[in-house]
């Protein structure tokens, strides 16, 4: 019994420590682009304080991992797959899950995210598809649900597919992490919407993080989730025109929210 309610407690110290140090990348990077934001000047670019916020995730994450990796990176995934890639189940999720996300933002008249307001389509490609997916896959994947892996042994079946601690926890912070995006404004329905989807996908990419031993297939999946968003965005301006009538004017006001 002892040793029953000491596993249990390691299990509890592990997982606390490391949403501690998560929420302290998260808190640090946000924060720095919260203080661009303030300390702007009048005409500064939009694309800055989303620009500082990923940048400064990417590297806390990174020195993170190397401080703790002890000269080999690649127990944080830092390696190529080792099981049959893991690329298109993660790819294929991913743009499911992406493009139900836009759809059912847009046919709730949910609206957009604010930080993404005032940006291009090209920023929010180098801005959201790569760098957001690559910082954000490097902290929950490569450190957070690496740091839980001691946890791998517990976890639960479904559907023949074995789901350990580590990618329940990887998905649960993953999709939490996102809530922060009602403190840039953004509305409540869509933070909700953004929260669930995220917690799927974070599913997807912590599953293949764990199969494969590497955070390239999550990356992947994470990147395949913002290409399905456009598409899903697509289809429903297919939809409104093709099979409901509208006009292209409308179809637009629609969209922007």
């Known amino acids: 019994m002892d040793r029953l309610d000491k596993r249990t407690s390691d299990a509890t110290s592990l997982v606390i420590s490391a949403?501690?140090?998560?929420?302290?990348?998260?808190?640090a990077s946000w924060g720095c682009s919260r203080a661009v934001q303030y300390l702007a000047v009048e005409g500064s670019p939009e694309w800055m304080s989303v620009f500082i916020n990923y940048a400064i995730m990417l590297a806390v994450s990174l020195i993170l991992v190397l401080a703790s990796s002890t000269g080999d990176p690649s127990r944080f995934g830092f390696t190529r797959p080792k099981v049959g890639g893991g690329y298109r189940a993660g790819i294929i999720w991913g743009v499911i899950l992406g493009t139900l996300a836009s759809s059912v933002t847009l046919t709730a008249r949910a609206g957009g995210m604010s930080p993404l307001k005032g940006?291009?389509?090209v920023q929010i490609v180098l801005l959201v598809w790569v760098l957001a997916s690559v910082a954000e896959e490097i902290l929950v994947r490569g450190y957070v649900q690496s740091y839980l892996e001691p946890l791998m042994d517990r976890g639960f079946s479904v559907f023949h597919l074995r789901i350990s601690l580590p990618v329940i926890?990887?998905?649960?912070?993953?999709a939490v992490m996102h809530i922060i995006l009602l403190a840039t404004g953004t509305s409540f329905l869509t933070t909700y919407i953004v929260v669930v989807f995220a917690f799927f996908l974070g599913l997807v990419a912590a599953y293949q993080r764990e199969r494969t031993g590497s955070i390239l297939p999550a990356i992947a999946a994470h990147v395949s989730f913002?290409?399905?968003?456009?598409?899903?965005?697509?289809?429903?301006?297919?939809?409104?025109i093709a099979v409901f009538g509208k006009t292209a004017v409308e179809v637009t006001r629609a969209v922007s929210g």
Do not use: K, P, R, T
């Open 19 to 27: 949403i501690f140090l998560g929420i302290v990348v998260l808190f």
């Open 119 to 121: 940006l291009s389509f």
């Open 169 to 174: 926890m990887s998905a649960v912070f993953f």
């Open 226 to 240: 913002n290409v399905g968003g456009v598409i899903g965005g697509a289809i429903y301006v297919l939809l409104q």
